[in-house]
């Protein structure tokens, strides 16, 4: 297979940039060969497999080593891809946005625990730290201190914070819990925010502000910037947990359901963040699809309806832990069973009360929100065959009946493309996140072309309602900045302002979020 050059670079200048990378991080850490390559692809890819490849990949060591790639990229115009761990799957994973740039794996080498404070409750991690590494690091060093973790425990701690991922417990939002990085700039200088940019600090991972702007959040989603350290606050292990299911048998629940839980949650009756996931999320990672029905199109209504008896669930299913002592996590479970036993066929159980076939997901959520990293979620690519999907997740308001009115409309949206409707509600209590897991057969060009086509129709659909994406693919990047369209795109205009102030040559992770450098603006690329 020849090199994908990227656009705009010669072979002349990519084989400079090549020996120059070898001899900053060793022959062995740049990648060349499809072989090698083939790690970072995106094995979800909506698309050709072209659209996203990569020319290289390059792993330095060191930040100082991160220093110098940056430098060679911007003396031979070779654009650079950042990735951490690169198992962000359904967001495209470990390939570039930009078809031949040079992937920048911060993880293959740097991925080291630096630091862990039990007294003050952190841990400093570079970006290869996946979840298992840090609670693995905990507990051989019997820390009393839990992590907060994603669905799938292989990501980077580092990496999802950057994303604004979130977790199950009450320090679930990750870029909210971090405090304090480390950041090579696009032109190889390299900073520490907050604290950090005091000499000696002592409070770099206590105290997240430090004087002036507050820089931070410009280097999430975004090509500002790579991180290569970052404090992350810890929880201290509480004396016990409970995880609780509460099943809802029938679609229209989900209105009453979101106006009782909305004002408990803003209320803080609930420790973590409860969400509702439904049927086909949830017997997806028990369950392949063949097993419920063989036949063209969506899973018809009496399948779903024998899929839900058969593993004792709801067509959506409420999962929330509560932390403490056994008698006070069983007296407040039992107050807010109250609020929601009137709901006809409403059922409620602990992962005591069950360990039959459909308590599964269950057992998991308590394994996650208790600070145990998991890979049982990857179980629902197996729903179809070769497995793949994309992510469609609007915000909108904790409106009961709006909220509804969403649902059907992707329902109906995704049975008309002959397609399930997985999904999962996350209620914020001010906001709501409703993911919607666009699933397709990745080795069939037709369903993953439709796959791509509806996603885009639907992030179109949303946006016309108000209703903004929170993170997407790399095959949608530009549609979702280009909804956030108020005043003439004046957001997205000002995000290019700063790509072109600090990043002349364009070389950092072009069109991440939308945001392309001036070299390559307006391309079709």
Request: hydrophobic share 40%.
């Amino acid at each position: 297979m020849s090199v994908m050059l990227p656009p705009g670079v010669s072979e002349r200048d990519f084989s400079t940039a090549i020996d120059a990378f070898r001899k900053v991080v060793g022959d062995e850490n740049v990648l060349t060969t499809p072989e090698e390559l083939e790690r970072y692809r995106d094995p979800y890819s909506p698309s050709g497999p072209d659209v996203n490849r990569a020319s290289a990949a390059v792993a330095p060591g060191s930040v100082e080593e991160v220093q110098e790639v940056v430098r060679i990229a911007n003396q031979t115009g070779v654009p650079l891809s950042v990735i951490a761990t690169g198992n962000n799957r359904g967001y495209g994973a470990g390939a570039p946005r930009l078809a031949g740039a040079v992937v920048l794996d911060t993880g293959k080498r740097m991925n080291r625990v630096l630091e862990v404070n039990e007294k003050l409750g952190y841990a400093v991690v570079e970006p290869g730290v996946s979840y298992f590494d840090l609670y693995n690091y905990l507990r051989e060093n019997e820390i009393g201190l839990w992590i907060d973790c994603a669905d799938l425990g292989w990501g980077s701690v580092l990496g999802n914070a950057m994303e604004r991922g979130g977790g199950y417990t009450p320090f679930g939002d990750h870029f909210g819990m971090h405090c304090g990085m480390e950041v090579v700039l696009p032109d190889g200088d390299v900073v520490r925010t907050g604290m950090g940019a005091l000499p000696g600090s002592s409070t770099w991972h206590l105290f997240p502000y430090g004087y002036g702007p507050y820089l931070d959040g410009i280097f999430t989603q975004s090509n500002y910037g790579v991180v290569t350290k970052m404090g992350i606050q810890l929880m201290p292990a509480p004396p016990g947990a409970r995880t609780h299911l509460i099943t809802f048998d029938q679609v229209d629940d989900l209105a009453e359901v979101v106006e009782i839980t909305s004002p408990l949650v803003m209320r803080r009756v609930f420790h973590n963040l409860p969400i509702l996931r439904n049927i086909f999320l949830d017997g997806g990672v028990m369950s392949t699809r063949a097993e419920w029905y063989q036949g063209e199109g969506a899973l018809p209504d009496s399948a779903v309806e024998e899929m839900k008896q058969a593993l004792n669930l709801g067509y959506w299913n409420m999962y929330f832990t509560l932390y403490g002592r056994p008698e006070e996590t069983e007296a407040l479970a039992a107050r807010i069973w109250s609020f929601y036993e009137h709901i006809p066929g409403a059922r409620f159980y602990t992962t005591e009360d069950r360990d039959d076939r459909g308590s599964h997901v269950l057992h998991d959520r308590h394994r996650i929100s208790t600070g145990t990293p998991s890979l049982e979620e990857l179980a629902l690519m197996d729903w179809i065959p070769n497995g793949g999907h994309l992510s469609i997740a609007p915000i909108s308001t904790p409106d009961g009946v709006e909220l509804l009115e969403q649902v059907h409309l992707l329902r109906d949206l995704a049975k008309s493309h002959g397609r399930d409707y997985c999904a999962l509600v996350s209620l914020f209590g001010k906001a709501v996140i409703h993911v919607f897991l666009v699933l397709f057969d990745t080795t069939d060009d037709q369903d993953k072309s439709g796959a791509l086509e509806l996603s885009k129709q639907l992030v179109r659909d949303a946006a016309a309602r108000g209703h903004g994406e929170m993170r997407t693919h790399n095959a949608l990047m530009d549609e979702v900045a280009a909804s956030y369209s108020w005043n003439e795109g004046a957001l997205l205009r000002f995000e290019e302002k700063i790509k072109d102030a600090i990043d002349p040559n364009g070389i950092l992770a072009p069109g991440k979020s939308g945001i392309w450098p001036a070299r390559f603006r307006g391309q079709e690329l």
